[in-house]
């Protein structure tokens, strides 16, 4: 009796870590250079940003912990035809930069600061820059499909760098909304030239080191002007 209760827990627990695996999986987009920006066509309905309802969040990794948060969505705007998405962009606030995780105190405001480049000047451009580099944008250039998924494919403007990324999403589509929910999908911040404590330009760092790669998940909802 002991070992069939053994074996039914040990399967529990197994059970729970994969589902938690799953859970926490999430892709590398596929990134490459910046692509041309497709023109809209006169037959477009135009939907505007709701910023109210927008939001990107991020979590970053190291190997003592992690920390999550989110940043803005400014303004924006997407264009569909034929209840197709046909192209958008929207503006990110790279000074909007919260940490959730811790949620106050000291610690928390260090690292927003740290984030933004704010405070000492030595440390401004170890990550966002943000006096430099107020705005993010990302410019979509394609919606195709992969395996049964939705891909969006966009150009990513962040620290004046563009680089095309790839990811998965579900995008709905009716006469007065559209709403865009990516998957979870990580970047290599590298790339845009964030390179604080990375193993790829810095050696020796021990565990001191902080992945390269940035998790991120954007939600964007977009209102159609009623006349």
């Known amino acids: 009796m002991k070992n069939h209760l053994f074996l039914l827990l040990l399967g529990i627990g197994?059970?729970?870590?994969?589902?938690?695996?799953?859970?926490?999986?999430?892709?590398?987009?596929?990134?490459?250079?910046?692509?041309?920006?497709?023109?809209?066509?006169?037959?477009?309905?135009?939907?505007?940003?709701?910023?109210?309802?927008?939001?990107?969040n991020w979590l970053g990794s190291k190997p003592t912990g992690t920390h999550t948060g989110t940043i803005n969505i400014t303004k924006g705007e997407f264009f569909v035809k034929n209840?197709?998405?046909?192209?958008?962009?929207?503006?990110?606030?790279?000074?909007?930069?919260?940490?959730?995780?811790?949620?106050?105190g000291k610690d928390k405001m260090n690292l927003e600061n740290h984030l933004k480049g704010l405070g000492k000047e030595d440390n401004a451009d170890h990550f966002f820059n943000t006096n430099?580099?107020?705005?993010?944008?990302?410019?979509?250039?394609?919606?195709?499909?992969d395996k049964n998924k939705t891909m969006i494919e966009g150009n990513l403007t962040l620290k004046d760098i563009?680089?095309?990324?790839?990811f998965p999403a579900v995008i709905h589509i009716n006469d007065t909304l559209v709403t865009i929910n990516s998957e979870n999908f990580k970047i290599n911040r590298t790339?845009?030239?964030?390179?604080?404590?990375?193993?790829?330009?810095?050696k020796?760092?021990?565990?001191?080191?902080?992945?390269?790669?940035?998790?991120?998940?954007?939600?964007?909802s977009g209102k159609r002007k009623q006349k």
């Open 132 to 145: 430099r580099y107020p705005t993010g944008q990302f410019d979509i250039t394609a919606i195709t499909a």
């Open 83 to 104: 209840d197709t998405l046909e192209t958008g962009k929207f503006i990110i606030d790279m000074n909007s930069i919260i940490v959730t995780d811790p949620k106050e």
């Open 162 to 166: 563009t680089k095309n990324i790839k």
């Open 191 to 202: 790339l845009w030239n964030i390179n604080f404590n990375s193993k790829s330009p810095v």
């Open 14 to 56: 197994l059970t729970s870590i994969i589902s938690c695996k799953k859970d926490n999986t999430a892709i590398n987009a596929e990134t490459t250079e910046a692509e041309a920006l497709k023109p809209v066509t006169n037959t477009s309905r135009k939907y505007t940003v709701d910023t109210t309802a927008s939001v990107i």
């Open 204 to 220: 020796n760092l021990g565990d001191q080191y902080i992945d390269d790669d940035i998790e991120l998940k954007v939600s964007v």
